[in-house]
């Protein structure tokens, strides 16, 4: 079979979870639903954060940014599914496959660094609690922010080079519901063992670092944390970092997950489905485990922020 060439191929399909009408139109309810639950939990966490002097921390900073990273992300892969489960139409052009692509790497990279700067934050808090300010001073949490977005703009860059140096094959049927990298590569007809070499590269480096340094600092904070002699000093101190512990297990757990669910079953659905984890159900659960576990956000900020909406009203 004669290959085409990748500015030759107008379109994908994405097959998305399923071919059954009527859970489309379930999945349909369900992933609307949480994606409107998840753009407004990171919505409220940003509008507490930014709102809220109480809140002007770096803590609080890196996790507005957090917050607007997975709005992003979430909105990168859901909107094309709920349109093409609405529509029954599963194509997806090749230039809006490419930036799914491309997007999708930059946010996942984005969420991966803020979560590694965000366990130096509470390394810093529980080792050097009195210098925390002026090591984690305005200037170095911007600057944190800054090379970590262009550092997964990097990636993202890297990513698009990969995918359109591809040649396909006639069939490009898609068996998940976003453009998935792996699946990409799947269906080219051209040698891709360099761009495999090269992703695993990306993934380590950028994968790898990232996870190493939140476990450096969680070493560090427990390790800091023994040595405190009382009972509730401990609690005290591991509670402040607590719901940043939480989500990274969620972060790293479900896409460790994806990835091996994906090469233990012969099934490409059952990997687009275990993917829903990671791409759906946490970024929509952060907002909960940061509010719920945090007093300043439950019963400052958003109390704050309900006052003030209503006396506006």
Known sequence: MEPHNLTSVSEFLLLGLSDDPELQLLLFGLFLSMYLVTILGNLLIILAVTSDSHLHSPMYFFLSNLSLTDVSFTTTTIPKMLVNLQTHIKS??????????????????????????????????????LHYLVIMNPLLCGLFVLVSFSISLLTSLLHYLVMSQLTFCPEVEIP????????????????????????????TIFGGIPLSGILYSYTQIMSSILRISSLGGRYKAFSTCGSHLVVVCLFYGT????????????????????S?????????????????RNKDIKSGAFRRLLNRTTSCL
């Open 255 to 274: 896409g460790l997950g994806v990835y091996l669910s994906s090469a233990a079953s012969s099934s490409p659905r059952k990997g687009a489905v275990a």
């Open 276 to 292: 829903v984890m990671y791409t759906v159900v946490t970024p929509m659960l952060n907002p909960f485990i940061y509010s719920l």
């Open 176 to 203: 998940h519901f976003f453009c998935d990298l792996s699946q990409l590569l799947n269906l080219a007809c051209s040698d891709t063992s360099t761009n495999n070499i090269l992703i695993y590269f990306i993934g």
């Open 92 to 129: 997806i052009t090749y230039a809006g496959c490419l930036s799914q692509v491309t997007f999708f790497s930059l946010f996942v990279c984005l969420e991966s660094l803020l979560l590694t700067v965000m366990a130096y934050d509470r390394l810093v808090a529980i080792c050097h609690p």
